[in-house]
């Protein structure tokens, strides 16, 4: 078998088989193939496009390319969620310990964030001494003795998917649905859990900006996941505007603990309690997702879910305290608030506009080696269909350097569009592929 041969018939718009695709990616994560040929295969697919018996292939291949998490010693279904990105997007905060708190184990990995979409991991060190370097020892310990642990992901673990992506990154072979769907399932599928939910974001501040490709991106994850024997559901979810009101880890976290009191943001609770209660679902401890919903609100109202975030905290190295006293988290040296030109009606809010202010403020970082100032961000008081008047105040910017939180001031002040008109509201739940 030559990789020559390979290129040249998926170039010609072939079928490649299994035991093609096993050859190509085992060889590309040896160092046997090299950057070149796997470049012209990736144009190749970019170009000819793969069937899903194929996309599948791929995926197994990537996900078997290094170490596969092994959670059998997990007692119960192993459930994860993961989450295509977008601006303000902090459930897993509150979504994984209110799911924990009714009894389903979550086992999850979680990224840190790179530009303006922010990372799981990067919020959870908000809480002094947390930390998500565990060994996977203690990762298995932590999920069943309190049904919740998160880790960083290894380096053995999907390999291919690293390498591949990084060749993707600079050769505008990035933008396909068969090599996006694999590089996210490969992972998911490596760390081992029994039950996978999706949140494909769609909208100006996600990767998917048209609802039809959010949509095209989640059928092709559920036929992944449910041709590698897994249980998986997607939820196609409104990203044309921020997610809750908080953007920036520290204040997310706040936003989040809010949350878990029963006092959060309206868009950000129906979001968590949609994914949950098909989490619950998938674990098999409810019926419905009505009866998950239901179940989910009560862990709420009793304090359970916020107990759960607490003890979560605790048992990878953090400062518990914080969640029951959040003005312990990081803060701002620096306010600034931005107020409204005019009267009239947020016709639109730019979604990744107000990323891109709080990658400015210290929130995010620019390259993987930036260091994200935990207390930078922005809390928004007014979004898309609100009326305000001229020197209202729309949102107020945080962080520690003056010319920074001017600069992102200005840019934020021109990402609301303020008009006559007042647009009416879209559905957080986009729809749902199962």
């Known amino acids: 078998m030559r990789m020559y041969d390979l290129i040249i018939k998926?170039?010609?718009?072939?079928?490649?088989?299994?035991?093609e695709i096993d050859y190509m990616i085992n060889g590309y994560t040896k160092g046997e193939i090299p950057d070149y040929q796997m470049s012209a295969m990736m144009m190749a697919i970019y170009f000819k496009g793969?069937?899903?018996?194929?996309?599948?292939?791929?995926?197994?291949?990537?996900?078997?390319?290094g170490e596969m998490l092994d959670l059998s010693t997990v007692k119960g279904?192993?459930?994860?969620?993961?989450s295509t990105g977008g601006v303000g997007d902090k459930t897993s905060l509150a979504l994984a310990p209110m799911v924990a708190a009714c009894g389903v184990k979550i086992?999850?990995?979680?990224g840190r964030g790179l530009g303006h979409t922010g990372g799981t991991i990067d919020k959870l060190e908000s809480f002094q001494g947390f930390t998500t370097g565990i060994t996977t020892e203690q990762f298995i310990r932590n999920v069943n003795e309190i049904g919740l642990a998160i880790m960083g992901q290894t380096k053995d673990l999907a390999p291919a998917d690293k390498k591949l992506y990084a060749l993707r990154d600079v050769t505008a072979t990035v933008d396909n649905m068969s090599l996006i769907a694999s590089s996210i399932m490969s992972k998911k599928l490596a760390a081992g859990a029994d039950a996978i939910v999706l949140d494909v974001k769609a909208g100006s501040g996600a990767f998917m900006k048209k609802q039809e490709d959010a949509f095209a991106l989640a059928e092709e994850m559920v036929c992944i996941g449910r041709g590698a024997g897994r249980n998986t559901i997607a939820v196609v979810s409104d990203m044309d505007q921020p997610l809750g009101f908080a953007v920036g880890?520290?204040?997310?976290?706040?936003?989040?603990?809010?949350?878990?009191?029963g006092e959060g943001p309206e868009d950000f609770t129906e979001l968590c309690l949609t994914l949950g209660s098909f989490m619950l679902l998938l674990g098999g401890a409810v019926q419905s997702e009505e009866e998950g919903q239901r179940m989910l609100r009560q862990v709420i109202s009793d304090g359970r879910a916020l107990d759960k975030l607490a003890q979560f905290v605790r048992a990878q190295g953090g400062n518990e305290k914080m969640v029951y006293q959040p003005e312990l988290l990081p803060k701002a040296e620096l306010s600034y608030p931005v107020y409204a030109s005019e009267?009239?009606?947020i016709e639109r809010l730019v979604c990744d506009e107000v990323g891109m202010c709080s990658l400015i403020l210290g929130g995010g970082r620019e390259t993987k080696e930036s260091v994200i100032d935990l207390s930078a961000g922005i809390v928004l008081n007014k979004k898309t269909g609100a009326y305000v008047q001229k020197g209202e105040v729309l949102a107020t910017l945080y962080g520690s350097c003056q010319d920074k939180i001017e600069a992102a001031?200005?840019?934020?002040?021109k990402a609301y569009q303020i008009g006559e008109q007042k647009k009416k509201k879209g559905p957080m739940i986009i729809g749902v592929v199962k």
């Open 343 to 345: 009267d009239g009606y």
């Open 10 to 19: 998926k170039r010609n718009g072939g079928i490649l088989a299994r035991e």
């Open 50 to 65: 793969m069937n899903r018996e194929e996309t599948l292939d791929l995926t197994m291949a990537m996900a078997h390319s």
């Open 249 to 261: 880890n520290a204040l997310e976290v706040k936003e989040a603990i809010a949350t878990l009191k």
């Open 107 to 110: 086992a999850k990995m979680s």
């Open 77 to 82: 279904i192993k459930t994860d969620k993961h």
């Open 409 to 413: 001031g200005r840019r934020l002040a």
